[in-house]
């Protein structure tokens, strides 16, 4: 975002000192060691007679925090806590601590860091004023000194740096800068009081915990599963989450509430409008990146763009809900992706998808503008909605995909999915665009040969097929439709349309002429490089024989629903009888449609047949099949023991594939891992083996990606392992 | 606004054909003269035998549609309605109509226009099917025909190419393209199925009819009145609006939704994020543009805008305000500034303003960054909100000055201004932004010698002291304060703070120590260059006498409250007998401020008075009051007759006025005109004539400002005539 205020000179007027934007920029001692009291007399240090206390060690006592924090699996130096929770810091003074001495922990975070914006925490442990975070002593031993902190439920979230005051004469000592002694706070989603809280254990587990995970696409009778490693404890990537917050130039006092840091995240996982995370690219050209296809998680993307700051090529849906979740995650939020199969993209804001016809029934490109998208993947945390009347908090619907205008930017959401499904689209963010998604009609309309258009048929039951997301025991889908609407047609449904076009969603309500033809089309999902069988059926249930001027047009297309070619455009004419129907068999053979694919694999075909008195059309997307790598483990499932995978393929086809990148990685098991192959023969048969050492346990998975310059990608069918739970031996301790 | 989606190959499978967002860049031709139908067996055009019909001439009828959509002020040659409402075409044909002639009218906008967009506008005459543009004839008179059509009360607004179209033999004969058709359709306040409508005639006259207004500045005790030259009729000014438009890359079917339009324009008329109109400057350096302070209205900025497509230096928040303005009132939208006085501008989303003191009572700038502007303008429009329940309606608070971060960027509305009053802070845009604005409360803290802050006193009164608007009859200021909130501590406004609050606006909740003292400032408004008096009254009504230490800290403050230099910090000890009270004298002599003034001239002066168990503080902000010039108007009061404006001025100070820059200018009167004077000495006086020939009757203002490099504006009382009102001569008609 282009939040540069306060830079210029322009606006030294305006601005009441710096707005601090940068946590990890932050670098260098914030206090002098001695500071004196603004009110003492004569500022002096102590003179070091001995007798005055001082700090030996800080010990963040990591080992001890992250398994009560659900944070041992972070993979970094620091310790990670939870807000609204305590933790504990272990305090090794010179002498025992005597009744009489004063001292402070300090909690800073970014520039300039000030008490009145929740930036520097003063925690005090006995009856002088502090806070909001509170302190407590909770034991002594000798000259150690073990103190609980709990940060506030509302504690910006981010990383803090750690300081020991001690009240020395006229002033404060205190402790040095040390690196060692920072302290990650993330939102959690265990504590009552946090907007993030989840009462189930099964779902944070999977909501918070979860670092793999998949999404699914494709078409509803053949739906794919595309595993993704969200990989929020990979080393790298929470300072990378930290990192966007900066790159966004979001003050950090903004970070610790909710819906600003979503709002964020959403316009800052796409590169659009704020140089992004995420280079969104829906053509058959990836050449000056890596294709959407081709990733097998988030890390990478991650750790690329903090490591660069500069936008990553190339994603699509599915990838701009993987890094998001991931995000999310690391930063405590529950989140998960969803998929919703035939996406409404309307392009207009209502929710009406209008697809166009000249008067022969075949399409008119130039003045269709909405599509549908084959699926749609975005995201959904779970959030307490404090901005909105009651009722409207839990599961909001979240997009970083860039979106057809959503209020102007590239970001949607949070928008309340109850407010979705009951129609209550009178409330931020986004609503209204997220209902078009799932709840919008196919218009078809007719053009006469004078420009004016009138409607001829209306599919109400085609986007919004279905809403998936992962179950919580398994990678099988969730069919989670009803969160966001009621059955068609019910009562229930009907007003929440009603709703909504109160709210001015501009609903459908053409008179259509009375029609009796109606039309079917159906065949098989086949694999890639095989011929497609299309049987279209008229049906008649008239009692009178009709002649139907029927158009088939087929095109391949983006999985956006955008055409990328024509493939056929073909008019016929078929006679149906009194109350019968007729079928009319076409064959596209693998040769008449290979040559158009590019890197899709979507077929679309619409029949269009018309009377002399009656339009009707049906729809039909086909998705071409594609080959598996095979991915087998081996060796000792144990934490820090060798393991290998092997990945193998076999080219199925009758050509050669080319420029192939094979992928492999897997949360806690292996970062990436990229092997190149020029050519791949037809038949001819690769293998390639790489061995890990587990960093974590738990069930555990490989996910293995293979793209060719001529052909879309392969995917694994992923190969996953248990691990046995292991006792975390980290143990960091920082001295001063 | 970054909308350049769907320009980038990256994104050719992502949108199905282009977004059209020019409204004015198109040019030429949009269709063959002769387009057969796509239906047609041999496309041919027809042999001219002098039997077909064809057109001779068509006539927009200016004079006649104008003063019907009281639209005859704008200053353009082509024809301007508002939408909703009948208007008049003459079309001359080669041969009177007969019985089997076909032809339709049709109305185009942006480029690929299309009709399911709704920018190609079909429009019929006979049975045949058109819309959704309604046509009927009105008269036939031999070879002329007058046709009425009526656009939708949501048609798109912006400016329409107008085409006659021929049903002949097997295609369409047209019209060629012909500029002097063209159409402006604007909104329509007068339209009941407008979204815009407003029902009172004197309000609308207001509104969308008045070309000049004022704003108040200042403090509440000394409010100024700043002419403002809106100048929405005057030539260039309506196409710079479309403009506007443009630039901003808004897709044309967009243009008719009054929620997307607002939302844009309060984005589009501060340059940020999008490279809009205004660039903000609060410094004291405007060396590379205008001062903000040297504008006489909003014609030159949008005209420079429209011409060179680089936003204008300098404006502040009367800028962004009057030119927005100017924006909503040419496009139909009513409209009006506000002046908020004492505007909360909190810099952390919450309801505290809040000042950080440290312990001796002195401020702690470093840890402020709210400031209370002394007032803070920005804008209402009157519009329907069918994105929202029933009763949010209404007035709507819209703000174009760049923000602090508002939903992440600089813009700011619509936000129902009942929905603030109600607390009904749930709904879009920015309400709770509003709300803070006029009902922070003013914390000070106090923070003790180990960094903890302490609240100790609250006002709560101080923030949005008043909300003025300029009446309907007069320049006298219209006190709306109880448009925005119930009065303090009434039934009401508790049961709004408590929505406020549920919707998590963080009410101050202070639990304050009780005190007995009180602390006020009093001082006389002062002219500029000459000495501050104040006196400092402190109240002890306890029965025990109290020695307070004081502190009185003054400083010189841009109006947004910004300090720009310290004045004094002045720590002193007053002792006060019980039940008495004790003032204390202090002048601030001119020599001692004027050296710190810059352009600047709000002086803020803060008092802190301590006794050992309490501490209150006072606030008092002074205005220091500049001269004025004379301006007097002579000459035959008459429309384009000739007439003088004389503007004089006698510099009153002890020091030269270097670089003056004289402007003047009046809506329908005079364009900007402008004199340079390099020095005026003391007690030296200028004067200046310039002629001018009015355009348009009624009551109407020549408006001068005076701006100088060593002192801010100096300005003048306006001097206003009316103007008998004239027959509109224009008379524009087309031939093809």
Redesign the interface.
Known sequence: ???S?GKS?????????K?STSNLGHSGEDFPEFEP????PTPRAPADDGTYLSVQMVDMCQQLNEPQHKTASYNTPNLVVRRGQEFLVRVTFNRPLAQSDDF?L?FLIGE?P????GS?M?V?FNS????PWSGRIVGRQGVTVTLGITPTPNAIVGKFRTYV?I?AGTG?QRTKRNAASDLYVLFNAWCKDDAVFLANEAERNEYVLNDHGVMYQGVIEDMATCDWVYGQFERGVLDACIYILDASQM?I??RG?IM?ML??GS?MINS??DNGVC???????YSMGRSPLSWTGSVQILLQYANTGVPVC?AQCWVFAGVFNTFLRALGIPARPITNIASGHD???NLKI?F?R???GSPD???????IWNYHCWNEVFIRR????PGLGGWQALDAT?Q??S????RCGPASIIGIKEGL?????DS?FVFAEVNSDVIF?K????????PYWVNKDYIGKAVYTKSLDSNSPNNITQNYKYTQGSEEDNRTKDRAD???MEMDQSELPDTTLSISINARQVNLSQDVNLQVDFHNPSDVPKTIQANLAGSVI?Y?????SQLINHNFTIPVPANQMKSEMVKITADEYMPYLGT?RCLQFVVTGQTEDESVSALKVLNLQIPTLTVTLSGSPQVQQDMFANVTFTNPFNFALKACRLAMEGAGLMSEKTRFYGVIEPQASISCTESFNPRLDGKRCIVAVMDCSNLCEVTSTPSSIILPAVECTNNHSSTV
Request: charged residues 25%; aromatic residues 10%; contains cysteine.
């Open positions: 975002m282009s939040l205020k000179h322009h606006h030294k007027g305006r601005y009441n000192g707005v009291f603004p009110d003492a402070q300090e300039n000030s008490a009145s914006r520097l003063v005090t002088r004023l502090g806070g005051a009240v404060m003050p006092w903004d509430k600003k709002r964020m316009a659009k409008d280079v969104g690219n829906w053509s058959d050209d190339y392009s207009n804001g209008e166009i000249l008067p022969d490109d130039s003045n269709t503008t909405d599509t404090d901005d909105l009347p860039p057809e205008t209020d102007g930017f590239n689209l009178c409330h931020p963010f209204g309309y053009q006469d040969r004078y420009g004016t258009l009138t109160a709210y001015s983006f956006t629903g955008v055409k990328a899709q």
